[in-house]
C-alpha cells in the first residue's frame, strides 16, 4: 500500500491507497474556507453590478431591454465550485438552488389565461406528445393549479414553447421566424442567463429545437441541439455518475422524465446530423447499461416507484405499481417495449451509423464486416416494429423511419463502385445497389401507408377532389428516409425509365406536399425533388 504524501504548501494530506481515508476536520475547514472565499467574491461582483428587473416584448416580436423581477441568483454561489473543482463539490453534497424568476407580464399576454394555456397542454399531449413524449402530464398539470402569475419563469417558458411547437405555419412565402419564434428564443436566452438551469428549461430548449428542425430553420436547429447537449451535460442528466446541478430525484416519474429528456437529446441531435454529413456528434453513444425509457401507457398515467437502489420497483400505495422491469440499450430487441424506446433504439444505431460513415476503419476487411454487422442489426430491430404497433396510429412509423435513414445512410459510401476497389469492396457495393431498390421500396409503403393513416379515405380519392388530412400528429422524423428513397427513385427513373419507379416517385413526393403543411421542412424537401425531377427528366 502507498504511504500517504504530505502537500506542504496546501498543508493537505493526499491519500492514494485503495481504500479512501475518512475525511479530518482539516479537510472541512479547508473546504468551508474556498466557499467563503468564493461566496465574498460573488456578493463583491453582485454589488458593483445589477440584474435586469423587466422585459418587454417589442413591435417585431423580440425581447426588449426594459427590466423583470428576479431574486439574486442562488446558483452563483456553487456553480463555479461544479465546475472549477467537481471533487470538491461532491465532498461537501452540495446543490445549486434554483433562483425565483417571475413570469414577465408580457409573456403572460402572449400565453393567454388559464384556460388558454390548458388549451395550448392539451393539444400538445394529443399532438406532439404521442411521438416525443418527453413532459410529465402528471407533473405539467399539477403545476397548472397555481396561478400563473406566481409559477416560475421556466415553467413560463416552457407553455410558450409548448405553443410554438405546435403551432401550423403559414403558407409560403411567410417566414417561420414568427414573432412568437422570436419571444421564445429571447426569453429562453433571458431565462438562462439568469440562471435559473433546469429540467424544464432544457425541455424548452428542445422543444425550440424540434420547432426548427421539423421547419428547416438551419443553421439554428443544429446549433440549438448543440446547446442542449451542453445544457444536459452541465446538468448531469446524461449519467449516473456524473456531478448533478439538479437535486436528487424521489419519485419514478422524475427519473423517467429525466431519462425521456436526454434520450430526445441524443434522437433529435443524431438525426439533425443526417443531412450534412462530417460533423461529430455532440453526444456519446449511450453505454450498455444506459436505460431504454419505460412503457409509454405506464409514462402517461405516471404510476411508479423509485426506489433506493435507482430502479423502479413495487410500492404498497395501489395506485403506484410498476409492472415491468427497466430495460438496457444491451437488452434483446425481440423484447417488446413502447415506442419511444423502440425510437431511441433506432437512433442510438443511428449515431453508431453516423460514427461509422463519418470516421471510416482503413481496415477495409474490418470496415465491412462492421458495416454488414450494423446492417443487420438494424434490420433485425425495423422488421420487429410493424406488428407492434396500432393499424390506425402513426407511432412506430417514427422508429421505422429512422432505421430506413440509418441503412440508407450506411450504404451511402459503398454505393460508387471506383477504380483500384478490392474484390470484396466491389460485392458489398454490387449488395448494397440491390439493397437500396428493395428498401426504398419499403420506404415508398410506408409513405402510403401513413398517407392512408391520415386520411382513410386516400386510397380511394377522387383525384380532381381535394383530400383532407390530419396531419397535426405527423413528426418531422420520418422525412430523412423519404428523401433518401425518392433520391434512389429519381436515380433509377434516370437510369431504366421504368414506370414503377415514376410511380413510387411521386408517391413520395405527395407525401412531402401532405406534411408541409405542418412541418415546413417537408415543403423545403419537396423544392429540392422537384428540381432533380426538372434536371433527370422524372416524368
Not at 425550440?208 to 430553420?217: F, T
Not at 402517461?300 to 435507482?310: H, K, L, Q
Not at 380532381?464 to 433518401?484: G, K
Amino acid at each position: 500500500m502507498q504511504e500517504p504524501i504530505r502537500i506542504f504548501e496546501m498543508g493537505r494530506t493526499c491519500d492514494y491507497s485503495d481504500v479512501p481515508a475518512s475525511p479530518s476536520p482539516e479537510d472541512f475547514q479547508y473546504l468551508r474556507q474556498k466557499v467563503q472565499e468564493l461566496e465574498e467574491k460573488l456578493q463583491s461582483r453582485s454589488r458593483n453590478s445589477s440584474l435586469p428587473r423587466s422585459i418587454t416584448v417589442n413591435d417585431d416580436g423580440g425581447l426588449g431591454g426594459v427590466p423583470i423581477g428576479v431574486s439574486p441568483n442562488p446558483a452563483s454561489l456553487y456553480a463555479p465550485l461544479l465546475f472549477l473543482d467537481s471533487d470538491a463539490y461532491d465532498y461537501g453534497r452540495f446543490t445549486i438552488p434554483k433562483p425565483r424568476m417571475l413570469v414577465p407580464p408580457e409573456i403572460l399576454e402572449t400565453l393567454g389565461d388559464i384556460g388558454e394555456v390548458q388549451a395550448i397542454i392539451d393539444t400538445y399531449f394529443l399532438t406532439v406528445h404521442t411521438w416525443m413524449p418527453i413532459v410529465s402530464k402528471k407533473r405539467l398539470y399539477q403545476q397548472l393549479m397555481n396561478p400563473l402569475v406566481e409559477q416560475n419563469a421556466d415553467f413560463g417558458l416552457l407553455y410558450l414553447c409548448l405553443k410554438l411547437v405546435i403551432q401550423r405555419p403559414h403558407e409560403p412565402p411567410a417566414s417561420v421566424q414568427t414573432p412568437l419564434y422570436s419571444i421564445a428564443k429571447r426569453f429562453y436566452f433571458l431565462v438562462e442567463t439568469s440562471g435559473v438551469y433546469s429540467l424544464t428549461l432544457l425541455q424548452a430548449g428542445i422543444l425550440i429545437s424540434l420547432y426548427e428542425l421539423g421547419h428547416a430553420v438551419y443553421p439554428a436547429a443544429y446549433l440549438s441541439l448543440g446547446q442542449c447537449a451542453r445544457l444536459g451535460h452541465a446538468l448531469g442528466i446524461h449519467g449516473k455518475d456524473t456531478p448533478q446541478m439538479l437535486h436528487k430525484v424521489g419519485t419514478w416519474t422524475e427519473l423517467e422524465e429525466r431519462r425521456r429528456v436526454w434520450w430526445a437529446v441524443v434522437i433529435l441531435e443524431r438525426y439533425v446530423n443526417l443531412g450534412s454529413k462530417g460533423h461529430p456528434l455532440a453526444t456519446e453513444d449511450p453505454s450498455r447499461d444506459t436505460y431504454l425509457p419505460a412503457n409509454d401507457t405506464m409514462w402517461d398515467g405516471s404510476v411508479g416507484f423509485f426506489s433506493t437502489s435507482g430502479h423502479p420497483g413495487t410500492h404498497k400505495h395501489p395506485q403506484e405499481i410498476i409492472t415491468n422491469e427497466p430495460l438496457l440499450v444491451s437488452s434483446s430487441t425481440n423484447i417488446q417495449v413502447g415506442c419511444f424506446a423502440r425510437l431511441a433504439q433506432a437512433s442510438h444505431l443511428l449515431g453508431r451509423v453516423l460514427r461509422h460513415t463519418n470516421d471510416l476503419p482503413a481496415d477495409i476487411p474490418f470496415r465491412l464486416e462492421e458495416a454488414r454487422q450494423l446492417d443487420r442489426t438494424i434490420r433485425a430491430l425495423y422488421k420487429l416494429l410493424p406488428g407492434e404497433g396500432p393499424e390506425d396510429s402513426i407511432s412506430i412509423s417514427n422508429p421505422l423511419a429512422i432505421c430506413f435513414s440509418a441503412i440508407m445512410t450506411l450504404y451511402s459510401p459503398y454505393t460508387c463502385q471506383a477504380p483500384g476497389q478490392s474484390p470484396s469492396e466491389l460485392t458489398y457495393s454490387a449488395e448494397t445497389l440491390t439493397s437500396l431498390k428493395s428498401l426504398s421500396s419499403e420506404v415508398a409503403r410506408l409513405a402510403h401507408d401513413i398517407l392512408t393513416s391520415l386520411s382513410p379515405n386516400h386510397a380511394n380519392r377522387n383525384p380532381s377532389s381535394p383530400t383532407t388530412y390530419n396531419i397535426e400528429q405527423t413528426s418531422p422524423l420520418i422525412l430523412d428516409c423519404m428523401y433518401q428513397a425518392a433520391a434512389n427513385y429519381a436515380w433509377l427513373v434516370r437510369e431504366t425509365g421504368e414506370r414503377e419507379y415514376v410511380d413510387s416517385f411521386q408517391v413520395l413526393k405527395g407525401l412531402f406536399g401532405v406534411v408541409a403543411g405542418r412541418w415546413r421542412a417537408a415543403g423545403e424537401y419537396l423544392k429540392i425533388l422537384e428540381v432533380t425531377e426538372r434536371e433527370l427528366g422524372v416524368l
